[in-house]
């Protein structure tokens, strides 16, 4: 039987339990969006004419080694661009060396500010697979944020969609802020 997203599991826990790191075997974390790779290998590849194993190492190299693509998202979607005109590739060696076409050229050109967005997700990402963006226990508290907000499923009246938007949007507030600083006058001796 189901429970409810919102119900207590049986088992008397409540889902803000310490996560256990990643198992052997498992996927790491997202690190790019729908789109993304689509945008950034034509990218790349305007760069420097590449073989998609040297894209594999580009990329790898953005993240300063914290995230290495897999072949298996790097080449289907190297078909789709050169399916879809905006990079060509020719065989040498019996390796196929990619180039950007005109069509890519125009593409890039369109998509610049999505590019500019997308190098600086990558910056973001890079600092946060490296572990250097926060500590554990944000990590931490941040799960705890999206499985109470998770947990409310389907409960939103308008007066706690207000409250939970304003705790919110004073917690970011707050931390953008930074530690308050407390005024002590001086004492006169």
Same mark, same amino acid.
């Given at each position: 039987? #189901?429970?409810?997203? %919102?119900?207590?599991?049986?088992?008397?826990?409540?889902?803000?339990?310490?996560?256990?790191?990643?198992?052997?075997?498992?996927?790491?974390?997202?690190?790019? &969006?729908?789109?993304?790779?689509? *945008?950034?290998?034509? !990218?790349?590849?305007?760069?420097?004419?590449?073989?998609?194993?040297?894209?594999?190492?580009?990329?790898?190299?953005?993240?300063?080694?914290?995230?290495?693509?897999?072949?298996?998202?790097?080449?289907?979607?190297? +078909?789709?661009?050169?399916?879809?005109? *905006?990079?060509?590739?020719?065989?040498?060696?019996?390796?196929?060396?990619?180039?950007? +076409?005109? !069509?890519?050229?125009?593409?890039?050109?369109?998509? !610049?500010? !999505?590019?500019?967005?997308?190098?600086?997700?990558?910056?973001?990402?890079?600092?946060?697979? #490296?572990?250097?963006?926060?500590?554990?226990?944000?990590?931490?508290?941040?799960?705890? *944020?999206? %499985?109470?907000?998770?947990?409310?499923?389907? #409960?939103?009246? &308008?007066?706690?969609?207000?409250?939970?938007?304003?705790?919110?949007? +004073? +917690?970011?507030? &707050?931390?953008?802020?930074?530690?308050?600083?407390?005024?002590?006058?001086?004492?006169?001796?």
């Amino acid at each position: 039987m #189901r429970e409810h997203p %919102h119900q207590r599991p049986a088992d008397g826990r409540d889902g803000f339990e310490k996560r256990p790191g990643r198992e052997r075997g498992e996927r790491g974390p997202r690190v790019f &969006a729908a789109g993304d790779l689509k *945008l950034l290998l034509p !990218a790349l590849i305007a760069e420097q004419p590449c073989h998609g194993y040297d894209l594999i190492r580009r990329i790898e190299s953005l993240f300063d080694g914290a995230y290495t693509p897999s072949p298996g998202v790097i080449y289907p979607t190297l +078909t789709f661009l050169e399916e879809s005109d *905006l990079i060509a590739g020719d065989t040498d060696g019996g390796k196929k060396r990619y180039t950007i +076409t005109d !069509a890519g050229r125009l593409f890039l050109t369109e998509q !610049a500010v !999505a590019l500019e967005g997308l190098r600086m997700r990558i910056d973001v990402s890079k600092r946060s697979l #490296r572990g250097h963006d926060r500590p554990p226990q944000i990590h931490e508290a941040v799960h705890n *944020l999206r %499985h109470a907000l998770h947990s409310h499923h389907g #409960r939103w009246s &308008a007066e706690e969609i207000i409250r939970v938007a304003d705790l919110l949007n +004073t +917690t970011a507030k &707050a931390i953008v802020d930074g530690p308050a600083v407390q005024f002590v006058p001086e004492q006169s001796e």
